[in-house]
Structures are given as C-alpha cells and as structure tokens.
C-alpha cells in the first residue's frame, strides 16, 4: 500500500527554518517523483517544488531562494527545508507522489513569534 | 511563467445539476493538465488527468475535456457528496489554479 507520511514542528519562528520530512512506504523513490505542495488556511494550493526519482530537482520559482529539497533513498524519506520563514509561509504542507495520485495527511506549519 | 486562470471561484448549484468548472492557460499545456476534488480538511484527490482521464475510482459522472487553451471539469449531475474545492494544476512548469469552491444551492 503507498503510504506518504509528512512530520516536522508544528511552529517556527520569524526568520527561521523550516525542516520538514516526508516518509514514504510502498514504493521506490528511485521509481517515483515526490513533490511538495502547500496551502494555506482558507486558500488554494502552491506547488512548491519535486525531488525526481533520478535525484535531480525542481523549484517553484517564487520559492527557489529559499527551498532546498534532499532525500535518503536507504530511509524512504524526503525532506524540505526553507529558510526566512515569515507569517505568509503559514500552511498546511503537503508530500505527494508521482502524478500527484497519492497524498500525505498533510502538517500544519505556523510561523509566528 | 505559465498561469493558470480558474474561474468560477465560487459555485452554487441544486443537486442533479450539470456543473461545469474551467481553467484556462497562458501558454500552451497540451493535455498536461489534472483536475483535484479537495473536501475540508482532507488532502486533495486526484479526480482527472492527462486532462480527459478518469482517475480510478472516481464515478463516472465526472468528466474532463480541452478547448483550445481552456480546459473544463464537468459533473453531469450533481450529488451532495461532489461539494467540496476543486482544483487544476498544469504539469508543464507545475502551476496550480487558484481553486473553485462548489457548494449546494
């Protein structure tokens, strides 16, 4: 069964880092993109960016300063990290796999003092 | 970049109706576009994609299709458990629409 599983801290603060981890299950990530997307409350969604399943990446414009996405294929895990977090980074974020068929549950990030 | 112009933003319709939500492009997409269902506090689900394909296990009155650079998600009749946010991401440079919030009139 493909199971995508986000985890990271729930707040951060102004100016911070964000550090986020998704956990996959079920398949390869040297078979399967995994992409980033987030959302904020009440609001649409942002792709933010993709680890491809030969290693390479690929970055929302708008966020590539700042975005930085890795993996450890031993430990099925991708990670996000974004730095000068601001209250606008505030979402709910998502891992997601391939042609976007599979989802994680999603965590909340707060960015607030 | 490649924008996607999603409209309506807000939709009202009875149960049985024929909706129909668009998303046009500002450049060409082919049929690298994909229609998202989201209901609250759920993650999205994918509903379309290749812009006319079913995704599995989505019912069969919901339909995808293209004209020219506008690209359409039709629920031929509608049923209560179809209220929810629908979205459309392009695939080219990966740009999500800004979202169509359908709800029962």
């Known amino acids: 069964e493909v199971q995508l599983k986000e985890s990271g801290p729930g707040l951060v603060q102004p100016s911070q880092t964000l550090s986020l981890t998704c956990t996959v299950s079920g398949f390869s990530l040297t078979d399967y993109s995994v992409h980033w997307v987030r959302q904020p409350p009440g609001k649409g969604l942002e792709w933010m960016g993709v680890?491809?399943?030969?290693?390479?990446?690929a970055y929302n414009s708008a966020l590539k300063s700042r975005l930085s996405i890795s993996r450890d294929t031993s430990k099925s895990q991708v990670f996000l990290k974004m730095n000068s977090l601001q209250t606008e980074d505030t979402a709910i974020y998502y891992c997601?796999?391939?042609?976007?068929?599979?989802w994680g549950q999603g965590v909340m990030v707060t960015v607030s003092s | 970049d490649i924008q996607m112009t999603q409209s309506p933003s807000s939709l009202s319709a009875s149960l049985g109706d024929r909706v129909t939500i668009t998303c046009r492009a500002s450049?060409?997409?082919?049929?690298?576009l994909t229609w998202f269902q989201q209901k609250p506090g759920k993650s999205p689900r994918r509903m379309i994609y290749?812009?006319?394909n079913l995704a599995a296990g989505v019912p069969s009155r919901f339909s995808g299709s293209r004209s020219g650079s506008d690209y359409s998600l039709t629920i031929s009749s509608l049923e209560s458990e179809d209220v929810a946010d629908y979205h459309c991401?392009?695939?080219?440079?990966?740009?999500f629409g800004g979202g169509t919030k359908l709800e029962l009139k």
């Open positions: 680890m491809w399943s030969g290693g390479s990446t």
């Open positions: 991401l392009q695939s080219i440079q990966w740009t």
């Open positions: 450049q060409d997409i082919g049929n690298y």
């Open positions: 997601t796999r391939g042609q976007l068929s599979y």
């Open positions: 290749g812009a006319t």
